[in-house]
């Protein structure tokens, strides 16, 4: 069994930074593909990004590409979400995400384990 945990969200102006983690514990996730999504209020969750066990593949949701760097630890079970140049539309809750299969973390992210999120908010 696998438990996320998200930190990092909090209150950022528009055009500063945040930087979220994941914390995975139960069991190691070197196996797991992870993602990151988001949903703000009353809209549909969507994806953000997503990264391989290894760390060899990374996929973004293209309206972010250039704004946000995914990455992970392996060592400290922890997957992180670098956010930069935010914008009050990114005012969400971000939620991390696993799975053995990237393709599906990609799709509609993990089919069991998900973080119950962290809030980010953006001011103008």
């Known amino acids: 069994q696998v438990q996320l945990v998200e930190s990092g969200g909090g209150l950022v102006q528009a055009g500063g930074s945040l930087r979220l983690s994941c914390a995975a514990s139960?069991?190691?996730?070197?196996?797991?593909?992870m993602g990151w999504f988001r949903q703000a209020a009353g809209k549909e969750r969507e994806f953000v990004a997503a990264?391989?066990?290894?760390?060899?593949?990374?996929y973004y949701a293209d309206s972010l590409k250039g704004r946000f760097t995914i990455s992970r630890d392996n060592y400290n079970n922890t997957m992180y979400l670098q956010m930069n140049s935010l914008k009050p539309e990114d005012t969400a809750v971000y939620y991390c995400?696993?799975?053995?299969?990237?393709?599906?973390?990609?799709?509609?992210?993990?089919?069991?384990?998900w973080g119950p999120g962290t809030q980010v908010t953006v001011s103008s």
């Open positions: 139960g069991v190691t996730v070197t196996s797991f593909a």
């Open positions: 995400t696993a799975d053995l299969d990237f393709w599906q973390v990609v799709r509609t992210g993990g089919r069991e384990y």
């Open positions: 990264i391989s066990w290894s760390g060899g593949s990374i």
